[in-house]
Each structure stands twice: as C-alpha cells, then as structure tokens.
C-alpha cells in the first residue's frame, strides 16, 4: 500500500487518505462521492456523532471492497406502456395512409408518407404522456372504441363524397372508380375487425 502513499492525486480521491498504522487505508469511496470526499464511512470525521471503538485482531482478515458496476435499470411506468401502445396503434393506423395514396396512384407521396410514419407515431407515443386522449384513438386496446367508429365514419360518408365531387366535375370518373373500390375494400376491412 505504500505505493498508493507515493502517487500524486491531482483531482479528488477514489481511496481513504486516513493514515492507519503508518499506512494509508485504500478503502475504494462509494461511487459518485463528492470530488473532495478524502475519508471512507469509517474514517469520516463527524462532529455529531461520536467515534466506535475498533475491536479487529490481528488475525481478521482484510475486509474485501465489494463494488457492484451494474447500472440499475430504471422500471417500466404505467406512462412509458401507455406512450409505447399508442406509438404502435398510431404506426398501424398511420400505416393505412400510404396506401390510399398508392390506390390512388400517387406512388410519390405514399413513399413519403410512409417513410415518415415511424417519426410521426414515435412522437405522438411522446405525446400521450401530456394528452391521455390520444390512448383512445391509437392504443391498440381502445382501437375497436372510438377511433374505429370515426374510421367508420369516413368510409360510410366516403360514397357520398366521391359521388358528388363526380357530379360537379372535381373528380374524374376513373378516379372515382378507383376511391369506390378502396372504400368498398375499407368497408370490409372496418366490418372484420383488427
């Protein structure tokens, strides 16, 4: 241990600076001590209470420094299963958007689109910590509630919609054909279930 005695500590201290029987103690601190911290629990000086007597022989073994490196993991909270449901019910439901554009032969915005509903349903998982409405809408559990009867929704107005856009020129024919299957295939889809 003499060495330890010989080695300069330009920063902090990671053992005992105590000086016990002419040696210096070499106790390893507790981790994340404070950087000016000399003594270990043993050997810190405290004003309030009042030091123990020492009862070790001289046949005691050393005491053996127990040091434990793994890092503790933090535990799942109730917002963390929450915030990671609606991240995988928004990717679900988002997902669909791609394809509607493909359907409609929009094969650039439905790449985009697609790329981008990992970023989009990570986020708003992020979001349901501050807005627990968004569980209802996305959350995989809650999907078959409200969001899917909304989702119902647009696919029994859809018809109306497109039949009237046909009407009054704003859409194509051919691309009212095309929204008609589509709606008909999502009409389906919203009867099954998940």
């Not at 950087?35 to 005691?60: L, N, V």
């Amino acid at each position: 241990m003499t060495d330890l005695l010989d080695t300069p500590v330009e920063t902090g201290f990671d053992v005992c600076q105590k000086v016990v029987n002419g040696e210096l103690c070499g106790i390893l601190l507790p981790v994340g001590h404070h950087p000016m911290r000399k003594y270990c629990d043993e050997h810190q000086p405290a004003a309030s209470k009042p030091k123990a007597k020492k009862t070790e022989s001289s046949d005691t073994p050393p005491r053996s420094v127990n040091i434990n490196f793994k890092t503790p993991t933090p535990k799942k909270t109730k917002a963390d299963s929450d915030s990671a449901a609606v991240k995988e019910g928004a990717e679900k439901m988002l997902g669909l958007l791609p394809l509607i554009f493909a359907m409609a032969g929009d094969i650039e915005c439905s790449e985009t689109i697609n790329n981008a509903v990992p970023q989009i349903a990570a986020q708003l998982g992020a979001l349901a910590e501050y807005h627990p409405g968004l569980k209802k809408i996305f959350a995989p559990m809650e999907s078959t509630g409200e969001a899917m009867a909304w989702v119902g929704l647009a696919i029994a107005v859809a018809p109306v919609i497109i039949g009237i856009l046909v009407h009054h020129k704003l859409l194509s024919p051919k691309m009212a054909q095309t929204l008609a299957v589509f709606s008909t295939v999502a009409a389906g889809a919203g009867q099954g279930g998940d």
